[in-house]
């Protein structure tokens, strides 16, 4: 609410604002049209002046015009306009400089906020970093929320500073042209001096021309007397003239100022057109802001809900799991019985519960379907009959409700049986539980919402008779008091509504303020006397009656008056109560009250009344009778007692409520150390041996310990009580406790559990606390405490404590011995003084581990041979603090320098102690806090102690740390001062702020001032008090750290004495990989919760657009509410939102399109970055270049300088927009010779213009820069265009430098010239297989583009080639010595068409992309040598070869396999065909298949030969008959008995499948390995025909 107050406020300001500048622009308008009136009247009167000046000396001469330079009318009038318009002029330069002023401090103030804004917008973004490294969940959404509310302030203070900067402008521009207009005017103001100069002048000249012109104009005049005076009538023709020029002038000026007014509406009307674009536009930012709020206030009210019942669900399943264990441990404890017969009585108890609930459900559905048929039946006898029905008559002083019979008895059935209504109505999923038809159900409906058009509900009661009567009433009930319905009966709508206008007049009136000694009464006018109207533990039928008394609590004479009382309780009570008139301040009245209980239910409600003053009410209470159980206690403690005594103890039950009810005791679990000694040895290997019987006697001796007394189960009556006995018999010492429980008959109450305790001993006198704590104790220190023994025995005893050996040393009572009175005690007093020996002493009693004491004592009673123990604990610790370094050595230090060492605190003791370094030198500081703190226990403390040597001489001091008990821990130091024969310029170098992928220098010198040795004039080079260090040149060397981004150069020199050597030192600041790879893993998480939020909210939206869909439905089936329920919604958004696992920071590649995304994501969000670092200077006595060939140089170390670097580290003002690692633009690979252009997009995310420049590339390099470099202002992009063309296939590589006043941007131009690289998924041979004649196979292949270029490809076949018949000219393969032969192109069919054919055959292969071809193959009759060559071609380049076989057959069936028997190349004669002759006439010659086993002989054992060949069926669409292909090998005893072996023999193929036939040849035993051995087997095949084959098997034996 905050925010959208600011956001209106804003908004109202910024109104303001442009009404303010509205109302001046238009006074301004107002004030130049009046100032232009009022010039144009003057102006009339000064030219009707004028023209009169001029009618009247127009008898007079003119003067020769040859020698006038007056001025005119009109100059005159010119004159007089400038003037008043440079006065204006400065009045409005003054206005709009004020005007300028005003907004220019706004303009101020709004970037001052904005400014605010931002910072509080990067703090908040820094939070929020924090936040995600913790995972405060919390904490990051509620930055998050003030992030987005900063940056939505951000952007309005924005759009204020744009609209003002424009409102500025607009002002400057105007203050512009005043300017301009007020310098013209000047210009012409000064030529105006000039003239009255020269004017004046001539004036002087014309007043002596005038006067002796008068003179001769009087002497003419006299002359001239007969001359006679020109006629009036001329006269008045003049003025008639000067009247019309004057009026036609006023015309002119109306109309002038008529279109000026209509110009200045259509201004305004343009400004009030802007101002409420710009209204509604922020009325509609409001809006999207306050719907934007509203959805995540939903989402998180949805998110809490779905939490809460989560963890209610967990809840509920961690209950159940309890009351399991807590089974499972009773049945193990021993008490089955008890548990059983408890649960047993717990399932009767449920049962009886849900049979009731189940009655009370159908009694509550026959209710209401009795009471929606009497509605049913009274609607359809009002639609017959038109007669209203009559109202009850009531007494005149007795108020009471009519029940509503359908909406009030379901709220008390629904208010009864809450959980169960619920239940039935959600289970079934009707509105009712009324058994009727729908057709009631819909006439119930119809006579509601006629009711409702009636403006009245229809009141019925229970107890309405079969016909209606005087029982049949109306009643409408106001807010206040019921109205009669017939007053108005009949009553026009008109009437009635006076009526109740009336009605409210008067109620209105009724209410009077009440005062009394000038103070007003507020509060309740009366009292009730008893304060609620209670009537308990009422039966029903009966009839009850209370008498209240109300007081008059006002401060005057009042009236009370009954107004009604609450609707659900109208059938039960009834009101006798007499208005008493007026009734004064402290008087009182009474009412009767009557409660006729209908039902066994607890009622609530009030009584209304009404007086002057106001309205009050008079709670009323029903409450039936109730069991109000409790008891005295629920902890029994017996305390100690002997054993074999019996203390019995009682628990009193006490029934407070007017219903009594059945209870039982019951003991559910007992606990007795005695038991688990007992157990302890039954499990013992020699109590295994004894029998069961005796180990259950002895358990039970046990357990019965604590047991429950005679009244174990009875009845409590109504306001009684009954006392329960616990009986406790100890047999065995020891402790024990029982667990008893009260359990009520059918729920009356809840079950009450007691728990009782006891305690077993066997001894009179005996130790209040037998373990003495003594807490922690230090080493050498007293600690004291009491000790209390008691003697419960009636005789005295004496006592004497027993200390051990081990003890005496450090343990003490006092008195050591005493007497005990009977029944009384006696106090000792404990002494603990633990030496530094105890550990060694009193090893048996003391744990090294955790420094423990555990000393077992003992108490000696006379005449008692057990003596009584008791235990003393303590946790002894040490008071010391070690200091890990004893000594500290700070060695050789430089005066130039201060030595810094850590020494480490650590607090022995498990007590915190404090502590002090006390009379530190000068020259030594401790830190933090000056060497003063407290250690926690068992801490360790750092603390820097740092040394600062004064000048070259040996230190040696102590360093003494006290505690806060005075013991002092000393520290040796000493260290040698040094003073180098070198020093650096300045020791500590500050950089300026640097941005990422900058470069910055400082320069710096290395001094060597050591010019003479003489110690007594000036402070030498010396390591502390040695020998002095010679004068001459010094060598010296800066080791700089790797990961600095810092150089230095030279990094190693040699100095001269007297001289300086320069060095320079570069900072340049890098982002580190490990940085933008956990950003990248950030975004990648960011970017997943993203879209996990927006699934889940399209899932939601599914599933609400289902069940809306749904509801829409009448009757949904059982199947479909299933599947839409909301669990199996939670499911599917379960299966949708997957944990998502965030990747390893170091899995993502540096140059990858995350890392990139990341750094250019760090880059605009890089806050600033400070390090410090100190660079240490190693120097040596001599020339650099005398040490080479000795190996390093032997430094001095005593002699080393360091340098303390501090390199801030800001964001460049100038970054890439698609930005990588090194500022590489790589172009790729590239043909050679083409030309690639490539666009850069650079940004300007600083707050100022920037003027850019550029190195020169190399202008015959590869690489071209395309695009001019101009300013770029803040925010704004720029587009830089390089064009790459490579010359020959290399990578190439250049550099380029854009600079401007705040930083350089580098970049590096890089790309590669290749040549393209194609591979096919084919080897050299495609086999098309076997095909019917006429028919064609299709097969594909795929050529797979290897480069990121694209390349054409041509595919051409060799069949198609020009030299194909010079080729084929040749002799054939199997004429010639060659075995493989030079053409591959085979049988080809007869019709001319080429057998294979590729498609496409031209085209482009994208880059790194796949293009398939298909080979189609269709032979035109049948042949066994069809083959082909089909070359690719790249870049008119043949690049792949690929050989295309295939074969035909006029016939399904095909064998293939076996030794060549036949040529390679087809004849050229067509042979015959059979298709046209009868396939059972035609003898076909047997077909022949040659196969040779070869075995091999090794060591006398042969080897079995193996050979295969297959039988194939061709897949064939044409032919509708058989489609398979069945054959048989006719395998006779004598070829088994040569060592054949052929399976399977016979079989069945499948169309488009091969079926292998396995061929083996064992030779048989006696073989001659010479002899060959042959054999024929006849195979038969059958298909669309019937084929023989002739199988020729022979076989050999190769010897090894």
Not at 45 to 57: P, T, V
Not at 185 to 212: N, W
Not at 451 to 474: A, I, K, R, T
Not at 1530 to 1543: A, H, L, N, R, W
Request: glycine letters at 4%; proline letters at 4%; charged letters at 30%.
């Amino acid at each position: 609410m905050e925010e959208e107050h600011n956001f209106q406020n804003e908004n109202e300001e910024e109104e303001s604002k442009l009404d303010s500048e509205q109302e001046v622009n238009q006074g301004m308008d107002e004030q130049l049209c009046e100032q232009y009136e009022a010039m144009m009247e003057s102006d009339d009167e000064i030219q009707s002046e004028d023209d009169f000046e001029i009618s009247r000396e127009e008898s007079e001469e003119e003067v020769d015009s040859s020698h006038k330079k007056g001025w005119s009318y009109y100059e005159k009038r010119e004159i007089r306009k400038r003037r008043r318009i440079a006065k204006e002029l400065e009045f409005l330069l003054l206005e709009k400089d004020l005007e300028v002023k005003k907004i220019r401090e706004e303009l101020k103030e709004c970037r001052r906020r904005m400014e605010t804004l931002e910072t509080e917008r990067d703090k908040v973004e820094k939070d929020i970093e924090e936040q995600q490294t913790a995972n405060n969940m919390a904490a990051l959404f509620r930055l998050r929320t003030q992030h987005r509310r900063l940056c939505e302030e951000l952007r309005e203070e924005e759009d204020i500073y744009s609209k003002i900067n424009l409102i500025l402008q607009e002002n400057e521009r105007e203050v512009f042209q005043v300017e301009l207009e007020q310098a013209k005017l000047l210009k012409l103001h000064e030529e105006h001096k000039k003239d009255e100069e020269e004017y004046e002048i001539y004036e002087a000249k014309q007043r002596l021309e005038t006067k002796e012109a008068a003179i001769l104009q009087a002497e003419q005049r006299i002359k001239k007397t007969a001359i006679k005076k020109k006629p009036v009538s001329d006269l008045k023709d003049r003025e008639l003239e000067h009247k019309k020029a004057v009026e036609n002038a006023k015309k002119y000026n109306q109309k002038a100022m008529q279109f000026l007014k209509e110009s200045m509406a259509r201004v305004r009307q343009e400004q009030t057109d802007k101002e409420l674009k710009t209204r509604e536009d922020l009325d509609k930012r409001m809006q999207s802001v306050l719907s934007l709020k509203k959805n995540i206030a939903f989402d998180q009210e949805n998110q809490r809900a779905i939490q809460l019942k989560m963890k209610a669900r967990a809840a509920s399943e961690r209950q159940k799991e309890k009351e399991k264990e807590k089974g499972i441990k009773v049945l193990e404890s021993g008490f089955a019985q008890q548990f059983l017969i408890h649960q047993k009585h717990q399932q009767e108890v449920d049962k009886r519960k849900q049979e009731f609930a189940e009655q009370q459900k159908f009694l509550k559905a026959d209710i209401m379907a009795k009471i929606l048929r009497e509605e049913s039946n009274m609607e359809r006898k009002r639609q017959v009959s038109s007669i209203l029905f009559a109202e009850k008559s009531k007494k005149q002083y007795n108020v009471s409700g009519v029940w509503k019979p359908k909406k009030k008895l379901q709220e008390f059935l629904e208010k009864t049986y809450e959980k169960n209504y619920l239940a039935v109505n959600e289970s079934k999923g009707y509105r009712s539980a009324s058994p009727e038809s729908d057709e009631e159900e819909t006439a119930t409906d119809q006579t509601l919402d006629y009711q409702m058009q009636d403006n009245y509900e229809e009141d019925e009661s229970l107890n309405q008779p079969e016909f209606s009567g005087l029982w049949v009433y109306d009643q409408k009930q106001c807010k206040d008091e019921p109205i009669n319905k017939h007053l108005i009966t009949g009553a026009s709508k008109m009437e009635q509504a006076i009526f109740e206008r009336q009605l409210e007049r008067q109620r209105n009136g009724i209410m009077k303020k009440q005062v009394a000694a000038g103070r007003e009464f507020k509060g309740c006018p009366f009292y009730s006397k008893p304060g609620v109207v209670h009537f308990e533990n009422f039966d029903v039928g009966k009839t009850y009656k209370k008498r209240v008394t109300l007081i008059n609590a006002s401060y005057g004479i009042t009236y009370c008056k009954l107004i009604d009382i609450s609707d659900h309780i109208k059938d039960f009570i009834e009101i006798e109560f007499k208005p008493p008139g007026p009734v004064s301040a402290g008087m009182s009245c009474e009412m009767t009250v009557i409660f006729k209980p209908m039902q066994n239910t607890d009622l609530e409600g009030e009584i209304m009344f009404r007086t002057q003053t106001g309205s009050f009410t008079v709670p009323l209470k029903c409450t039936t009778k109730k069991c109000d159980l409790s008891v005295d206690r629920t902890f029994v403690d017996f305390g100690p007692q002997v054993v074999g005594e019996t203390s019995t103890q009682t628990i009193t039950l006490t029934n407070r409520g007017a219903q009594g009810s059945l209870f039982e005791f019951l003991q559910m679990d007992f606990i007795s150390s005695a038991s688990t000694e007992l157990k302890g040895e039954l499990t013992s290997p020699a109590s295994r041996k004894k029998n069961q019987e005796n180990d259950l006697f002895e358990i039970d001796l046990v357990y019965n310990e604590i047991k429950i007394g005679q009244v174990s189960k009875d009845m409590i009556e109504p306001f009684s009580s009954i006392k329960l006995p616990i009986i406790f018999l100890p047999t065995v010492p020891g402790t024990a406790q029982a667990e008893f429980e009260l359990v009520f008959a059918y729920g009356a109450y809840r079950n009450i559990a007691i728990k009782v305790q006891a305690e077993a001993i066997d001894v009179p006198v005996w130790i209040s606390n037998p373990n003495i704590d003594l807490k922690i104790c230090m080493y050498d220190r007293l600690y004291q405490d009491g000790i209390r023994v008691h003697n419960r025995d009636s005789i005295a005893h004496q006592v004497k404590f027993v200390v051990s050996e081990e003890l005496k040393n450090h343990l003490e009572f006092l008195p050591k011995s005493g007497y005990i009175q009977a029944h009384s005690s006696l106090s000792f007093q404990l002494k603990f003084v633990p030496r530094q020996s105890l550990p060694e002493d009193a090893r048996i009693y003391f744990y090294q581990e955790n420094l423990v004491l555990e000393a077992p004592m003992d108490i000696w009673v006379a005449n008692q041979i057990r003596l009584i123990p008791f235990t003393v604990h303590a946790v002894v610790t040490s008071s010391d603090i070690q200091i890990h370094q004893k000594t500290i050595d700070f060695g050789p230090c430089s005066v130039y320098e201060t030595v810094l060492t850590t020494v480490q605190l650590t607090n022995k003791s498990i007590l915190s102690q404090e502590f002090g370094f006390v009379d530190v030198p000068e020259y030594v500081d401790v830190q933090p806090n000056h060497g003063f703190g407290v250690l926690l226990p068992l801490e360790t403390l750092n603390l820097d102690i740092m040394f600062k040597a004064k000048q070259a001489r040996e230190y040696n001091f102590e360093l003494i740390c006290k505690s806060e008990i005075n013991r002092n821990f000393k520290i040796s130091c000493k260290a040698i001062g040094v003073r180098p024969p070198l020093h650096l310029s300045h020791s500590v170098v500050h950089f300026a702020a640097t941005a990422l992928n900058d470069m910055a220098t400082v320069t710096l010198y290395v001094v060597n001032s050591h010019t003479s040795r003489n110690e007594f004039t000036h402070p030498v080079p010396r390591i502390g008090t040695g020998e002095i260090a010679l004068v001459g040149p010094t060598m010296f060397e800066f080791i700089v750290p790797e990961s600095s981004s810092l150089t230095i150069v030279p990094a190693v020199g040699t100095v001269k004495p007297g001289q300086k050597c320069k060095v320079v030192l570069t900072f340049k600041p890098m982002l580190s990989d490990l940085e933008v790879q956990e950003e990248a893993v950030r975004m990648l998480c960011q970017a997943e919760e993203t879209r996990k939020i927006l699934e889940k909210l399209e899932m939601e939206s599914i599933i609400k657009s289902e069940l809306d869909i749904l509801k829409k439905k009448k009757t949904p089936s059982k199947r479909d509410l299933k599947d839409r329920s909301p669990n199996g919604s939670r499911q599917s958004i379960r299966e949708v939102i997957s944990p998502f696992k965030p990747p390893d920071p170091s899995d993502i590649a540096v140059d990858s399109g995350d890392y990139n995304a990341a750094l250019g994501s760090l880059l605009r969000s890089f806050n600033g970055d400070f390090h410090s670092f100190a660079i240490p200077c190693f120097i040596m006595d001599g020339v650099a270049t005398s040490h080479k060939k000795e190996g390093p140089p032997p430094y001095s170390i005593h002699n080393t300088l360091y340098l303390e670097v501090n390199c801030p580290t800001v964001n460049p003002p100038l970054v890439l927009v698609l930005c990588n690692k090194q500022n590489i633009v790589h172009f790729g690979e590239s043909a050679v010779g083409q030309r690639v252009l490539k666009k850069v997009l650079i940004q300007n995310i600083s707050q100022d213009d920037l003027g850019m420049k550029s190195t020169v590339l190399d202008p015959e390099g590869s690489f071209q820069l395309l695009s001019c470099l101009q300013a770029l202002p803040p925010g704004e992009f720029h587009n830089l265009v390089f064009s790459f063309t490579p010359t020959e296939s290399k990578m190439f590589y250049e550099s380029m430098e854009i600079s401007t006043a705040k930083a350089n941007l580098s970049l590096i131009l890089k790309g590669y010239g290749v040549d393209p690289v194609v591979t096919c998924s084919l080897e050299k041979v495609l086999d098309m297989g076997y095909v019917l004649a006429n028919q064609r196979r299709t097969v594909t292949f795929q050529l797979q583009n290897a480069t990121r270029l694209n390349v054409m490809f041509d595919v051409k076949l060799e069949s198609l080639s020009y030299t194909k018949h010079k080729d084929q000219q040749k002799l054939p393969p199997f004429l010639t010595s060659n075995e493989i032969p030079d053409d591959l192109v085979g049988t080809q069919n007869y019709g001319g068409q080429s057998v294979f054919s590729v498609s496409p055959i031209k085209g482009c292969i994208e880059a790194m992309q796949t293009q398939e071809f298909e080979v189609t193959f269709s032979p035109d009759h049948e042949g066994f040598c069809y083959s082909d060559v089909m070359h690719v071609e790249l870049f008119d380049k043949v690049s792949h070869s690929i050989q295309l076989k295939g074969a035909a057959r006029e016939h399904l069936m095909f064998v293939e396999g076996g030794d060549p028997i036949d040529v390679s190349v087809e004849s050229l004669s067509i042979l015959p065909s059979y298709e046209q002759v009868d396939v059972t006439d035609v003898h076909r010659p047997l077909k022949s298949l040659l196969l040779t086993l070869k075995s091999t002989k090794s060591d006398n054992k042969y080897s079995t030969a193996l050979r295969e060949f297959q039988v194939g069926c061709i897949r064939s669409t044409q032919l509708a008959g058989k489609k398979s292909v069945e054959f048989v090998i006719d395998y006779p005893q004598s070829v088994q008995v040569k060592g054949f072996t052929i399976e399977p023999a016979r079989g069945i193929v499948e169309a488009g499948n091969t079926k292998t036939v396995s061929v083996t040849w064992t030779p048989p035993a006696g073989h001659d390995a010479l002899q060959i051995i042959s054999a024929t087997v006849k195979m038969a095949i059958k298909g669309d025909i019937a084929e023989h084959y002739q199988i020729i098997l022979m076989a050999m034996v190769i010897v090894t």
